[in-house]
């Protein structure tokens, strides 16, 4: 509850229930929820309706569904999280964004230039804030990176690192 009374909770809506969502993404939005108490895992999604079961048993999402669509338009979450296969990635992206939900996306965002286009063309006319989850935290020079700051910086000090990471002389049309 804030200071005017009013109870301000944060919904997550979940796309894709697979392998990875299950055995990455599951117990980050349980621990997440855990130590937020004003989160909500209010729905999963998955076209496999078994998958779309047993991640919300198992991860305590309140409902489950087959339809991205029908789930966002019941629950309007405040975010939605997409792990999904890498062909559909970029489809699925564009809609939910349409729809004016936020969005983090695993990656890739897209497999051709084509698409990676379109997601960029969709997140200028949409205007609602997103990320592609590019994980990095292995990479010597990320590694490097968290030793200085943990002997340069306080805890709790800093708030938010963003960088961005360059392939440099690579135009292949997978980007996977």
Do not use: W
Not at 143 to 166: D, P, S
């Amino acid at each position: 509850d804030n200071a005017i009374g009013f109870n301000m909770s944060f919904k997550i809506c979940s796309i894709g229930c697979g392998r990875i969502a299950t055995d990455q993404h599951g117990p980050s939005y349980v621990h997440y929820a855990r130590e937020h108490s004003d989160t909500q895992l209010v729905a999963c999604c998955d076209i496999d309706e078994a998958k779309a079961i047993a991640f919300s048993n198992h991860f305590g999402f309140a409902r489950h569904y087959t339809d991205y669509i029908q789930m966002l338009c019941a629950e309007r979450p405040d975010a939605v999280t997409l792990n999904v296969p890498y062909t559909v990635t970029c489809e699925l992206a564009c809609g939910i964004m349409t729809l004016g939900y936020p969005l983090i996306l695993e990656k890739p965002p897209g497999c051709t230039v084509e698409e990676i286009d379109h997601l960029i063309g969709t997140i200028d006319a949409c205007y609602v804030p997103n990320q592609v989850a590019f994980n990095r935290r292995h990479v010597p020079l990320v590694r490097r990176l968290k030793r200085l700051m943990a002997e340069h910086i306080e805890a709790g000090q800093l708030q938010h690192i963003r960088y961005e990471f360059t392939r440099v002389g690579r135009n292949d049309n997978d980007f996977s």
